[in-house]
């Protein structure tokens, strides 16, 4: 047999083998969810009583990226946004069925702090937080354009009367857990992140807590996109996340647990307010 035989016979081998293997990459389940679910979600993936589902792969990031991501074509199983916006957005480009959407938990939006920064504040109109910042401190929070922690966070401080102020002295970060770890890495002095990020951080405090009427309702709508390849996998995850067990995980991680009697018509989401000025960016010293 001549080397060209044999490499012929390996190649049809090999590629036999690879075709072989295609279902079961085809069976995996793909979720999409926002980057502040996934020290809950990692806990609840990991349970015995998650163990008889198809184990998902997880794809973390913000809610803004995942939802581009899956108007562009991505196949994902289950998606969950963070705000109800980017999961409208996903319906006006048809790649979610408006009626497929439920709402499945909601969240508050904190002030957080090292630990050993002791310093206390009460937000109300007018609050000076930039004394608190220092000469060259910046404040860290998720980018506010597009991110649903950022714009929360905007609409926040906007509320407050603060934003002018602040929006030059802002560290934009990809995600709210990004936000977070500048923070944790004593980076930025003060941030804004969900109660949920800050419920796990042992090195963070919570100075305080935005109040409600500040910001959009903080809600994480979910649903199977159109094109899921798993969507009977998809379907099964989201139930699991909407049953007793995983409701426990969410609540310990500082997520507010929805009814089904709050999932009635969605509203339409508000439109966002109008480009303020580019915020500063500061580079982490190394990845998270």
């Keep these: 047999m001549t080397c060209r035989a044999v490499f012929h016979r390996w190649l049809a081998a090999a590629m036999f083998g690879l075709l072989s293997l295609h279902p079961v990459i085809a069976s995996d389940t793909l979720v999409f969810a926002a980057a502040s679910l996934k020290p809950a979600l990692d806990e ?32 994902a199983d289950l998606f969950i946004s963070a705000d109800r916006e980017w999961m ?3 319906v006006e480009h048809g790649r ?10 909601g969240n508050a939006l ?8 002791v310093a206390t504040v009460r937000l109300q109109r007018g609050v000076d937080l930039v004394s608190l910042l ?15 922690a950022g714009r929360y966070g905007r609409a926040a401080l906007s509320w407050l009367g603060v934003w002018p102020q602040l929006q030059t002295r802002i560290v934009a970060a990809e995600n709210v857990r990004a936000a977070l770890n500048f923070v944790r890495r004593r980076e930025a002095p ?6 949920s ?17 500040s910001h959009p309702q903080i809600v994480y709508p979910a649903a199977v996109p159109v094109d899921a390849d798993n969507a009977a996998a998809g379907r099964q995850w ?19 647990v929805l009814s089904e009697a709050h999932e009635a018509a969605m509203e339409s989401p508000p439109s966002p307010p109008s480009r303020p000025a580019p915020p500063s960016r500061l580079k982490p010293s190394s990845p998270q």
């Design 44 to 75: 609840i993936v990991s349970q015995p009583w998650a163990a008889d589902l198809p184990r998902p792969t997880i794809s973390y990031a913000a809610s803004s990226q995942l939802a581009r991501q899956i108007e562009h074509g991505a196949r």
């Design 88 to 90: 409208q957005h996903l």
């Design 96 to 105: 979610v069925r408006a009626e497929d959407r439920v709402e499945v938990l």
């Design 110 to 117: 904190v002030l957080i702090a090292p630990l050993e920064n």
């Design 134 to 148: 220092g000469v060259d401190g910046r404040l860290a929070m998720a980018e506010p354009n597009t991110v649903p």
């Design 190 to 195: 003060l941030g804004i992140v969900y109660r």
């Design 197 to 213: 990020d800050a419920v796990m951080e042992p090195s963070l405090r919570v100075v305080a807590t935005f109040p409600a009427a």
């Design 238 to 256: 989201l139930a699991l996340l909407r049953g007793p067990e995983a409701a426990a995980v969410f609540e310990r991680h500082g997520f507010d």
